[in-house]
C-alpha cells in the first residue's frame, strides 16, 4: 500500500509540504504502518516517517513509499534541513487535530515557515478507498459477521451486556481481528434507547430487545454494523418500530449513490421514519466514513451539503429511540459507487427472534 502519490497530489500551487501528526493520517503516509508520538513529512521530493526508538526498527522494514527515520533530540534540526534543502516555505498542517501546543511550538521552532491549515483537505483524501483499502475493510466486515453467527449460538438469558460484548469482541479477535473497531456496544431492554449506550451489569430476559453495535480491524481498517434482536416476542410497538426502521434502512440501501449529498442520502431514511411518526426519535445522522478512523468523512448527515464521492464506504445506519421503552437501529457498511451501492454487509436485516 503506497498513498504517498496521493498525498503529493495536494501539494503543489498552495502548498509545499504537510506536516502530519495525527495517528490515522501518518498510517495512511506510511503505507500502513501504525505507531504513536511520532509524525511524517511530505515533500515532492522527499517524504519521511519519525518514529522513536519503540518503533524503529519495525519501521524500517515496514514502511512503504516513505523512508523512516529515527525521532530523537536531532530530529528538529533535520527536519529544518530537510525543509530547507526541498525549498519548503508553505507547511500544510492539521488543524482539525493538532493541540494549540503543538501548533504553537512548531512555530517558534520553524520561524520562518508558513503555515497553512488543511481543513478537510485530508480527510476527503483519505475518504475515496483504494482496493486494497476495500479489500481489508472487506475481510473486516467478514470477520464481524462470522463472530456475529457465532456469539448467536452462545446467547440466553442470563447473560450480562458486559458478557455479550465481551463475547462478541472474543469470536472477532479468534477470526483475525486485530483489535474491536471501537467499543462494542450490547445494550438491552430498556436500555436500547440509548444509541451509544455502555454495556453494564444487565442480565438480558425474555421479551428484551437486544442491540449490538460492533466491528472488527485488518490491516488497521476498521468495520461496522449493528443488528437489533429479541429474545422471545418483543411486542406489538417494538415490531412496528422495527419494521419502520428496517424500511427506512432498505429505502437509504435503494437511494444511496455516489453524487447525491449527504444531506440528500440522510433524508431517504429520515423521510420514512418521520412519515411514521418517528422523525423526532431519530436524532442522529444516518451515517458516517469508514476506514482507519472509525468515524471519517464523508457524514450522511443533514449537515453535509457536499455531493459524496464515488470509492467512500459508508455507514447506513438509521434507528428510533424511545426514551424509557425501547430502540432499535439497523446498519449496513457499503462502498459507494456511481449507480448505487455496493452492500459489505450480508447478515440479513429481518427481526430475529432467539
Ligand atoms: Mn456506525
Not at 453494564?200 to 453495535?213: C, W
Not at 453524487?259 to 420514512?272: E, F, K, P, S, Y
Request: proline fraction near 5%; aromatic fraction near 6%.
Amino acid at each position: 500500500m503506497n498513498h504517498l502519490p496521493r498525498l503529493q497530489s495536494l501539494l503543489g500551487d498552495r502548498l509545499d509540504a504537510l506536516l502530519l501528526y495525527n495517528e490515522a493520517n501518518c498510517r495512511y503516509a506510511s503505507g500502513g504502518f501504525a505507531w504513536t508520538d511520532g509524525f511524517a513529512v511530505i515533500t515532492p521530493a522527499e517524504s519521511v516517517c519519525f518514529a522513536d526508538f519503540r518503533y524503529i526498527e519495525a519501521a524500517r522494514q515496514q514502511v512503504q513509499g516513505c523512508e523512516a527515520q529515527l525521532l530523537d533530540g536531532h530530529t528538529a534540526e533535520k527536519v529544518g534541513k530537510l525543509l530547507a534543502r526541498c525549498g519548503v516555505q508553505r507547511v500544510g498542517f492539521e488543524d482539525l487535530t493538532l493541540s494549540v501546543a503543538q501548533y504553537e511550538t512548531l512555530r517558534q521552532r520553524y520561524p520562518h515557515i508558513t503555515f497553512v491549515p488543511l481543513k478537510n483537505e485530508l480527510l476527503l483524501l483519505r475518504s475515496v478507498k483504494d482496493g486494497e483499502e476495500i479489500a481489508l475493510i472487506r475481510r473486516a466486515q467478514a470477520i464481524a459477521e462470522q463472530a456475529f453467527d457465532a456469539l448467536l449460538e452462545k446467547l440466553c438469558p442470563g447473560m450480562s451486556e458486559q458478557q455479550i460484548a465481551s463475547a462478541l469482541e472474543y469470536e472477532m479477535a479468534v477470526r483475525g481481528s486485530e483489535a474491536p473497531a471501537f467499543q462494542t456496544i450490547a445494550v438491552s431492554g430498556p436500555n436500547t434507547s440509548l444509541p451509544h449506550g455502555v454495556p453494564g451489569e444487565r442480565r438480558l430476559q425474555k421479551g428484551d430487545l437486544l442491540t449490538l453495535d460492533f466491528g472488527a480491524t485488518c490491516g488497521g481498517y476498521r468495520s461496522d454494523m449493528t443488528r437489533t434482536l429479541s429474545l422471545g416476542d418483543p411486542g406489538e410497538e417494538a415490531r412496528r418500530v422495527y419494521a419502520t426502521v428496517l424500511e427506512a434502512q432498505l429505502t437509504a440501501c435503494r437511494g444511496l449513490r455516489a453524487g447525491i449529498t449527504g444531506c440528500q442520502a440522510d433524508a431517504l431514511a429520515r423521510d420514512v421514519i418521520s412519515q411514521a411518526g418517528y422523525g423526532h426519535a431519530f436524532g442522529h445522522s444516518l451515517g458516517h466514513g469508514v476506514g482507519l478512523d472509525i468515524h471519517e468523512a464523508p457524514g450522511l448527515s443533514p449537515k453535509n451539503s457536499e455531493p459524496l464521492p464515488e470509492g467512500a464506504v459508508v455507514t447506513v445506519e438509521p434507528g428510533i429511540y424511545l426514551p424509557g421503552k425501547f430502540g432499535v437501529r439497523i446498519e449496513d457498511m457499503a462502498v459507494l459507487r456511481a449507480d448505487g451501492i455496493e452492500n459489505l454487509t450480508k447478515a440479513p436485516k429481518e427481526l430475529i427472534i432467539l
